[in-house]
């Protein structure tokens, strides 16, 4: 049990000894817990059963880079024991936010609601240099809610770093970008193309839903959009992509702009909000994304209890199914499919395996669904799943975090190319667009002979041409 502040390290700035939490309290009124929830904080029991879990503890070693440790530091900064300083920020941004802590810990703590809470915060108090500032008003502001603009970037990005232009940017931008060889490839204006608005069921309509396109998606992975059209469709679904849908703003909350994340969750669920199924019900949300459909799902977190907000993005929440989620009970539905070898052409004959994303097994706990999917579909080509030790641990994806804490990112993924070449797969399947560029990027800097592919690229290539 955690018993004395000294275990989190001695960089962290104690509040000088006089103050008690009652006068600072008194003195800074609501500005701690814009900082911190600090009734949240109060239900860790300190037990540490999180700590092996954590891949920033894993890492460090340090208390203070573990669940509980982050939670003690929120509860002294909510005691006004603590300056929420550089230091106690750098600690809260060195978090992966992948919520490994929350399917172990006894005592139910929601750290991934508290984390942003306190993101949130630390953003409000604006530490950030005016380079800092200007780098997170175009990625969250300007790039990712506008596809155009997120798709210019990402050539532009790949262009300049292959060129060498990127270097002249590089003192304006800091070392935000990575190495040319580790941008991911953005594929052509074909495969960028968007959804159709409508893809007709195959055979009978039996039900109709819509896709979130989702923004990093039709980017860098349109084919995975179009291979989860296609699989829902070959079990009887009619598939709508509105084209004023934008992105879910999932980044955005994870990263404390919760001005931000509003915006977008009410611009989705306008856009989404109207249609209907033929009893005038609305209809399901399926997300292919683990994380996207994680931060959906829990809207609500966003908005003011009481508020007419806060009804709407809950009676949203409960249309949000993750496509795994869905295809599941349907998979009877799928037709039968063509020549093993075939199939083989697409994902090789070796062994597949397959890696749980954060936001799909510890979001929204959705872990058998999946592997049911896969298993069929593996049986259909004759190959083999075998299992990847720590599938459900981070490969440093984590949204924007293989850009801002690179070298951790990197030691992560390292980790996870272990166990990927000791599992002696060839096929890496995965659920989530981040850990997809992820697992690619280290299988191209490793020359891996491994395929990664979407879940639904792997069922996709079970049907019928
Ligand atoms: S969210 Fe992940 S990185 Fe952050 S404290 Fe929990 S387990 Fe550790
Ligand atoms: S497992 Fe839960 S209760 Fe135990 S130390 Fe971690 S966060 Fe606290």
Request: glycine content about 10%; proline content about 6%.
């Amino acid at each position: 049990m955690l018993g004395s502040d000294s275990l989190l390290g001695n960089k962290l700035a104690p509040m000088a000894s006089n103050t008690t939490q009652t006068s600072r309290a008194d003195e800074t009124g609501s500005h701690w817990e814009a900082l911190v929830d600090y009734s949240a904080s109060l239900d860790c029991i300190r037990c540490g059963l999180c700590l092996r879990t954590c891949p920033t503890y894993t890492l460090t070693g340090r208390e203070s880079s573990s669940p509980r440790g982050r939670i003690h530091l929120m509860r002294a900064v909510g005691e006004g024991r603590l300056e929420p300083d550089a230091v106690f920020a750098e600690e809260m941004n060195f978090c992966l936010g992948c919520r490994n802590c929350e399917s172990v810990c006894p005592a139910g703590v929601e750290f991934g609601q508290m984390m942003n809470h306190t993101r949130a915060g630390l953003e409000m108090s604006n530490t950030r240099s005016p380079k800092g500032r200007f780098l997170r008003w175009l990625g969250l502001r300007v790039l990712l809610p506008n596809r155009r603009a997120l798709g210019l970037a990402a050539i532009l990005a790949r262009l300049g770093a292959q060129t060498g232009l990127m270097k002249l940017v590089t003192p304006l931008l800091g070392s935000t970008l990575p190495p040319a060889e580790d941008l991911p490839l953005v594929p052509s204006r074909k495969q960028r193309r968007p959804l159709a608005a409508r893809t007709e069921a195959i055979g009978e309509q039996q039900e109709e839903v819509i896709l979130l396109e989702g923004c990093l998606m039709p980017v860098y992975l349109g084919r995975v959009n179009r291979a989860s059209v296609r699989v829902l469709s070959a079990t009887g679904v009619a598939v709508l992509a509105p084209s004023k849908a934008g992105c879910c703003g999932a980044m955005h909350a994870h990263n404390g702009d919760s001005e931000g994340a509003r915006k977008l969750a009410l611009g989705l669920m306008a856009v989404y909000g109207s249609p209907t199924d033929s009893s005038g019900a609305p209809l399901p949300i399926v997300v292919n994304s683990a994380g996207c459909g994680s931060h959906m799902k829990e809207y609500a977190e966003l908005f003011e209890p009481g508020s007419s907000d806060h009804a709407a993005a809950t009676a949203f929440a409960k249309r949000v199914v993750d496509w795994n989620e869905y295809l599941e009970p349907r998979l009877h539905r799928l037709p039968a499919s063509p020549p093993k070898d075939a199939i083989h052409k697409v994902l090789g004959r070796g062994d597949a395996t397959w890696d749980a994303p954060c936001h799909l097994c510890h979001g929204q706990g959705i872990r058998e669904e999946p592997l049911a999917i896969l298993d069929a579909a593996l049986e259909k080509a004759g190959i083999h799943r075998v299992p990847l030790h720590e599938s459900e641990s981070c490969c440093g994806s984590a949204g924007s975090y293989s850009l801002t804490h690179r070298g951790a990112a990197n030691e992560l993924l390292e980790g996870k190319l272990d166990n990927l070449e000791a599992s002696g797969a060839s096929l890496l399947v995965t659920s989530n667009p981040g850990c997809q560029l992820q697992w690619e990027l280290g299988v191209r800097r490793r020359k891996l002979d491994v395929r990664v592919a979407h879940i639904a690229e792997v069922v996709a290539a079970t049907l019928p041409s």
